[in-house]
Nanobody, 129 residues
Framework: QVQLVESGGGLVQAGGSLRLSCAAS????????MGWFRQAPGNEREFVAA????????YYADSVKGRFTISRDNAKNTVYLQMNSLKPEDTAVYCC??????????????????????WGQGTQVTVSS
């Protein structure tokens, strides 16, 4: 089992920044990819970004590319999501997730929420206009 706890959400004005953190505990050695997803009311869960735990390759949704940066601290078993130039449409609950088994490689695989094995509870991000 892997436990995930997100933090860092809040209310920010458009154009502002937030940094989300996701701390993992438990069987963290089984982590292959960590991802961030978001879900706004009435919408489906949406891929935001992912990072390969070994090697650090990163993957982003087009909607956040150039504004968000995902990074990791292997020693702390923590993944971060730096969010800059926030827009009202970024408002959502942000969840981190762990993928332990690589069913395939690359963006198309890491962007599928159904492939992830463990999920955090989420943290609310609200961007006011």
């Amino acid at each position: 089992q892997v436990q995930l706890v997100e933090s860092g959400g809040g209310l920010v004005q458009a154009g502002g920044s937030l940094r989300l953190s996701c701390a993992a505990s438990g069987r963290t050695f089984s982590t292959f990819v960590m991802g961030w997803f978001r879900q706004a009311p009435g919408n489906e869960r949406e891929f935001v970004a992912a990072i390969r735990w070994s090697g650090g390759s990163t993957y982003y949704a087009d909607s956040v590319k150039g504004r968000f940066t995902i990074s990791r601290d292997n020693a702390k078993n923590t993944v971060y999501l730096q969010m800059n130039s926030l827009k009202p449409e970024d408002t959502a609950v942000y969840c981190c997730a762990v993928l332990t088994v690589a069913r395939c490689l690359g963006y198309g695989c890491y962007a599928r929420p159904s492939d992830y094995d463990y999920w955090g509870q989420g943290t609310q991000v609200t961007v006011s206009s």
